[in-house]
Each structure stands twice: as C-alpha cells, then as structure tokens.
C-alpha cells in the first residue's frame, strides 16, 4: 500500500540557519511528490511539486525539493529560515492510479527560534 | 487564495445532528476532493469526485456521503454526528486526475 512517512513530528530551527524536512514514500509506481505547508487555522498551501524531469525542483518562499529514487525521498530544503516558516509541512503522494488522491505524512511541526 | 471555496468556516452541532458542508472548486477544476483531518488521525483522504461522478473513496464512514453538482460544487453530508466526528474539513480540487491539487480554508466542525 502507498504510503508516505515524514520521520521527525517536531524541528526548531534557528532563524538564519538551513533547514532540511524529511519524507519517504512507499509507491509501487513512479510517485508524483508534492510538499504543502498549514499555518495554524489555516488550509494547506503547496509549496512545490515533482511529477518527473529534473529531480530538484523549486517551489515558493524560498523551498526546493530533492527527488532520489533509490532512497525514495523527497526532502525539503530551504537555506535560511525565516520566522515566518514557522509551520506544519506535510508530504504527499498522488495515486494517479486511484483518482490522483493525495496521501499524506504525517507532518512536521516547524518552530523557528529568534 | 487557493481559488477553493467553502462554507461555512466553522459549526458547532449537537450528536445525532446532521450537517451539510459546502465546496465550490476553482475554475476550470473538475476534481473535487475531501479530506478530514484530526489530531489522532491525521489527514485522512475522504471521497473524490471527478466531473460530477464519483472516482474514489477513502476511509468514509457510511454516515457521510458527498455528491457534485453540474455546476462542479460539491457538497459533503454528515448525518448521526458522534464528538469523534469533530475535525477540520477539507476541500481541495484540481484540474485532472493526479495533477497538483488546490486546498480550501477549511470547515471546523465542533461536534458537543
């Protein structure tokens, strides 16, 4: 069964310092990967998207995305963190074979120290 | 502004109540899907509908039923409300089938 798994629940981070979130996916196919962010009261915002070409792929504020096949990760980077990023991510795959639902992680709580 | 529209933002009902969410996609967008999400169970995959019929189904309880309406808004049903019903319900559309998908704001239901 698909499944994604975001391994760390809770990252504090310094403001200026990079940042790197972690997902694995389990997929029989070829995944199309997506990072979205959720502000508290908020709905989910996509951050950026991998469906195939180049494996790095950049998304809003500043994020971008590894895709490695052979680890099944899609990690989520961003080079200095602002405190306005102070969020829940969630990674998600697309079952293009079932409708394109998306199956989430379970996130990953971001605190940005000053 | 994803584009996606629901309503209402916020609802506090009694158990045994039954309640009608609302989602009206972006434009163009002929997918519609839900999503509930709960502190314990995360964001859990509902119901999709793909152009008025409906192209896959999730973990949904029997007591919830969704449908989508030619003009492409969708409604999401919930009947016999138990407290564990309560969590933030999600809207998200896209144009096709696997395509990046577009969240709404979101409906807090409050079950007491």
């Known amino acids: 069964a698909q499944s994604v798994t975001q391994p760390d629940i809770h990252i504090t981070v310094s403001e200026g310092a990079s940042l790197e979130l972690r997902c694995n996916y389990s997929?029989?196919?070829?995944?199309?990967l997506f990072w979205y962010v959720q502000s508290p009261g908020q709905g989910l915002q996509l951050l950026l998207k991998?469906?195939?070409?180049?494996?790095l792929v950049q998304g809003i504020k500043g994020f971008e995305a590894e895709f490695k096949r052979s680890q099944s990760s899609f990690n989520l980077r961003k080079p200095s963190v602002h405190w306005s990023d102070a969020a829940e991510y969630f990674c998600?795959?697309?079952?293009?074979?079932?409708?394109?639902?998306?199956?989430f992680g379970q996130g990953t709580e971001l605190s940005v120290k000053p | 502004d994803s584009g996606v529209t629901q309503t209402p933002k916020h609802l506090i009902t009694a158990t045994g109540q039954r309640v009608t969410l609302r989602c009206s996609p972006r434009?163009?967008?002929?997918?519609v899907y839900w999503y509930q999400q709960s502190l314990d169970q995360g964001l859990q995959f509902l119901i999709q509908?793909?152009?008025?019929?409906?192209?896959a189904k999730g973990n949904i309880l029997e007591r919830f039923s969704a449908q989508q309406f030619p003009d492409l808004h969708s409604e999401l049903n919930l009947s016999s409300l138990e407290l564990g019903d309560s969590a933030l319900y999600f809207c998200?559309?896209?144009?096709?089938?696997?395509?990046?998908?577009?969240f709404g704001q979101g409906t807090r239901l409050t079950v007491v």
């Open positions: 998200a559309s896209s144009v096709g089938v696997g395509t990046e998908a577009f």
């Open positions: 997929y029989g196919a070829t995944p199309y």
């Open positions: 991998y469906f195939s070409g180049d494996t």
């Open positions: 998600a795959v697309a079952t293009y074979n079932q409708g394109g639902k998306l199956i």
């Open positions: 434009s163009g967008d002929l997918s």
């Open positions: 509908y793909y152009n008025g019929e409906e192209r």
